[in-house]
């Protein structure tokens, strides 16, 4: 068995803050189709992974494999190339520009105008909400409106792998549920979802398997089913 089976695969990662430690031998792995979640309270260390994994710190232990490729040390520009698509938190759109031109910011460049078009319309079909608002400036829409535009910014170059970082911040509660309606059907399509979140009832609904750091540790890992059993989750969470 090769890492190929794996579509991401952190083994012993540690990073960093200064002289500060902050994740301590955090090993996850994600196998092709899966959708897992990373849960952990605030300060766990959850934006960390995700920044470790986007290329935007430096481990100082362990390694981290993509579809069998360590990028371990490639910079983030080096891994949408490699079929890996981030959504950072807070969703980072650009204003003044417009819902599309947000969006074709997640395409390739050197790909053809039809090329776009026919995955606009494919995209557009997963997201009712922003469907008709493609030619509005982004900064008009409403807060869950920009998250859906993030989400389809991230999936129309058709990434492989999607890793998401607290997706549901400043959603409302009606929203979430739409919005990881959305996630399980991008997943159902194909694409492996590691999914970091604080809110582990909804991640847990869509997420085949988890894992929960604290401090900087995985603490606790499992199928859905056995996290919304473990007790520490439930304690912190449910
Ligand atoms: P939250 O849900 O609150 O965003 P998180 O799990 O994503 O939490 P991280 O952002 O990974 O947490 O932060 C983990 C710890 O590292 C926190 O204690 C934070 O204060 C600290 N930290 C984050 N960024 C830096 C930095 N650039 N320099 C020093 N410490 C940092």
Do not use: W
Not at 203 to 229: D, F, P
Request: with cysteine; proline share 4%.
């Amino acid at each position: 068995m090769g890492e190929t089976k794996f579509m991401l695969k952190l083994d012993s990662v540690s990073t960093n803050y200064g002289v500060v430690a902050m994740l301590r031998d955090v090993s996850l792995t994600l196998q092709q189709g899966e959708l897992t979640c990373l849960l952990g309270p605030n300060g766990a260390g959850k934006t960390t992974t995700f920044r470790a994994i986007a290329g935007l710190l430096p481990l100082v232990g362990g390694k981290i494999h993509v579809m069998g490729a360590d990028i371990s040390t490639l910079r983030t520009e080096a891994l949408a190339p490699r079929g890996i698509g981030f959504v950072p938190e807070g969703r980072r759109l650009f204003p003044d520009l417009s819902v599309v031109e947000n969006i074709r910011l997640g395409f390739d460049a050197s790909g053809s105008m039809d090329v776009f078009s026919t995955r606009l319309m494919a995209v557009s079909e997963l997201f009712p909400h922003i469907k008709g608002k493609l030619r509005q400036q982004a900064g008009t829409l409403s807060g869950g409106e920009q998250a859906m535009v993030a989400l389809a910014r991230a999936v129309i170059g058709t990434p492989k792998l999607l890793i998401m970082d607290e997706p549901s911040l400043g959603l409302s509660p009606k929203l979430i549920d739409e919005y990881f309606e959305i996630v399980a059907e991008i997943n159902r399509g194909g694409t492996s979802i590691l999914l970091i979140e604080q809110n582990a009832e909804t991640a847990l609904s869509i997420a085949h398997s988890g894992y929960l750091i604290i401090k900087g540790s995985i603490v606790a890992k499992g199928s859905s089913a056995e996290l919304i059993e473990n007790d520490l989750v439930r304690k912190l969470y449910l």
